[in-house]
């Protein structure tokens, strides 16, 4: 009997093993209970790794066929890495890897001078002028463009055939202005320091900028040729500070006519816009000139916050994005929520051969839909927009997605919009101070024409 007790004691000491159905996590003690997550977040962990190792073994070794082929193909897919373009990516990345091993002045191996130069001819390889990769010096002006706030001398610069740089435009009220910079002066020397011509715009461009660019209050040297004074050479000393560019500028002419300039759509242009143009309108204004000469372009969306101001609605323009396997998509005028509306007011825009993108999108809109004559020349003809990518150092890439076209669908790359009234204004008017362009928009409006057929 007493064995039978000690039996009894020990079965009952041993534990119990219940069916499945009534196991129950909670009632498990803590420790195990510990141990099981620990467990599991240590076999979740492994299998993380180990998937992060198996998918950059996929991507860095090609198979041709095979089982591993069939796996490795949904795995770039879901990468967004072509297959057929595989391969060649991987020599990029294998010469890069045997310079390092092997190349004998290892003094000269930069990796971002290197890296850099590969997605420079990445983008060049394309042939299309728009897709590029811009380093961070570049990056941070073609920014600051757009948003208006700068340090710096207040300039706007101009690449040549020649691969010399001139001065496009001279702000307002900036350094550059008070120092007695001029449009058409071309660059020989920024701070002692001739400029390179290599032939590339963005190196050739983001020299310059970086040598203009300083604290606000440190001065700066540049020597000039200015052809308007016989090719005559000058130093000019500049004081860097802070500036805000415009980029809407207005004035009221004669007869009651309402000049407006845009010069880039920025971010706050049209803010800029509504606030200058209501003091044209308040003073009496009885048509508006628009003016768009050489303006390069901007923000797509700014094109159509601007066309609200002009036109209650409608087509703006049509896009094919193939990416997105869009053809003829309509983009439309924003809507006006509590800007300007000038919708009956007439209306005349200015445009020449460096009027581009964005200012060719609102031409191309005003003038397809009738609301305003074009008068000038024929437009730059950028019939493409541009994704602008931030990268991680700074660096952004520009990449072409989308190919657009007028209300009218009409393909504007390469050749322009044309004017309804074709006007030059030559080299000789400019030096003069004459603006033939303007006087006949002035005439139009005075005159009360009707707008002509292209």
Do not use: C
Not at 165 to 194: S, Y
Not at 265 to 287: M, W, Y
Not at 363 to 381: E, F, H, K, S, V
């Amino acid at each position: 009997m007493q064995e039978d007790a000690k039996s009894e004691d020990l079965k009952e000491s041993e534990p119990r093993i219940l069916p499945p159905s009534k196991l129950d996590y909670k009632s498990l003690p803590r420790l195990l209970k510990l141990q099981i997550m620990v467990s599991g977040v240590f076999l979740f962990v492994v299998a993380f790794f180990l998937g992060i190792i198996f998918t950059i073994f996929m991507q860095n070794t090609p198979f041709d066929d095979g089982f591993l082929n069939l796996i490795q193909k949904p795995i770039l897919s879901a990468s967004n890495i072509p297959t057929d373009a595989h391969r060649q990516w991987l020599n990029l990345s294998q010469t890069f890897t045997l310079i390092d091993r092997y190349y004998y002045e290892r003094d000269k191996i930069k990796h971002k001078d290197m890296t850099y130069a590969a997605a420079q001819a990445v983008a060049n390889s394309l042939g299309d002028p728009f897709t590029q990769f811009v380093p961070p010096e570049r990056s941070a002006e073609l920014s600051q463009n757009l948003s208006g706030q700068q340090v710096g001398v207040g300039i706007i610069t101009q690449y040549n055939q020649d691969k010399s740089i001139t001065i496009k435009e001279v702000f307002e009220g900036t350094p550059a202005e008070k120092a007695g910079l001029k449009e058409g002066d071309i660059f020989l020397k920024v701070a002692g320091q001739e400029l390179t011509q290599t032939g590339d715009s963005n190196k050739d461009l983001t020299q310059l900028s970086t040598l203009l660019r300083g604290d606000k209050g440190s001065k700066v040297t540049v020597t000039l040729r200015r052809p308007s004074e016989n090719n005559r050479e000058l130093d000019i000393e500049i004081i860097r500070d802070s500036f805000i560019r415009p980029s809407v500028t207005v004035k009221l002419l004669p007869d009651k006519i309402g000049y407006i300039n845009v010069s880039v759509f920025g971010s706050n242009t049209v803010k800029e816009f509504d606030q200058k143009v209501k003091r044209l309108t308040d003073a009496g204004a009885i048509g508006l000139v628009l003016d768009l000469r050489n303006n390069g372009g901007g923000l797509v969306d700014t094109a159509k916050d601007l066309l609200a101001r002009f036109m209650n609605g409608g087509v703006a323009y049509y896009a094919d994005i193939p990416s997105e396997n869009e053809k003829f998509r309509t983009e439309n005028v924003a809507e006006n929520k509590s800007g300007l509306a000038l919708y009956d007011i007439p209306l005349t825009v200015l445009v020449n051969k460096d009027s581009a993108s964005a200012s060719e999108i609102t031409a191309g809109a005003l003038r397809d839909r009738n609301r305003a004559p074009l008068i000038g020349q024929r437009t730059y003809g950028k019939g493409v927009a541009q994704y602008v990518v931030p990268l991680f150092d700074g660096s952004t890439a520009r990449i072409t997605f989308e190919k657009w076209y007028t209300p009218a669908k009409i393909d504007i790359s390469k050749q322009g919009l044309q004017p309804n009234i074709v006007v030059n204004q030559t080299q000789d008017d400019i030096t003069a101070g004459r603006d033939p362009q303007l006087d006949r928009a002035v005439k139009f409006l005075l005159d009360k024409e009707q707008i002509p057929p292209l």
